[in-house]
């Protein structure tokens, strides 16, 4: 293994992390809301009366940060080395876990680390323990050379 020097960002991840911890703080602090993505996302398909607004607006800066950040810096291109219904696949297996974890690693590995919650910890180990599972099978299958 080694690294690709050409894409290693540590100035940018860390001010990234920063932020991401600075919105899940706020969410927190002012609105007793914890920032996990997919509670966002779906407490919009059952919303409550007034629940709407903050949902559609986090949201929205999520699709705007990428927009302000090429206003300073051009974005990385994306490289994606998977067919479509792979991806559709994943897609549909990241849903599928984000229910049975009860979250996805936005709303444990960070707002509920953050919180000290043994359920979190437990969620995130096993995300991650999930990810190199992956990584290593995918490897050994010749798909992740």
């Known amino acids: 293994m080694s690294i690709d020097w050409q894409a290693f960002t540590p100035w940018a991840s860390l001010i990234g992390g920063l932020l991401i911890g600075l919105?899940?703080?706020?969410?927190?602090?002012v609105d007793g809301r914890i920032a996990g993505i997919s509670g966002i996302l779906g407490g919009l398909f059952r919303p409550r009366p007034g629940d709407t607004g903050w949902r559609l607006a986090f949201l929205a800066g999520l699709l705007a940060a990428p927009l302000a950040w090429a206003a300073f810096a051009p974005l990385p291109l994306p490289r994606i080395d998977a067919g479509p219904m792979t991806l559709v696949a994943?897609?549909?297996?990241?849903?599928?876990?984000?229910?049975?974890?009860?979250?996805?690693?936005?709303?444990?590995?960070?707002?509920?680390?953050?919180?000290?919650?043994?359920?979190?910890?437990?969620?995130?180990?096993?995300?991650?323990?999930?990810g190199v599972a992956t990584v290593f099978i995918a490897r050994q299958l010749g798909a992740g050379s």
């Open 23 to 29: 919105a899940a703080a706020i969410l927190i602090v």
């Open 90 to 130: 994943a897609g549909l297996l990241v849903g599928l876990g984000t229910r049975y974890g009860g979250g996805c690693t936005s709303g444990h590995g960070v707002c509920g680390l953050a919180r000290l919650s043994p359920r979190s910890l437990a969620a995130t180990i096993l995300f991650i323990a999930a």
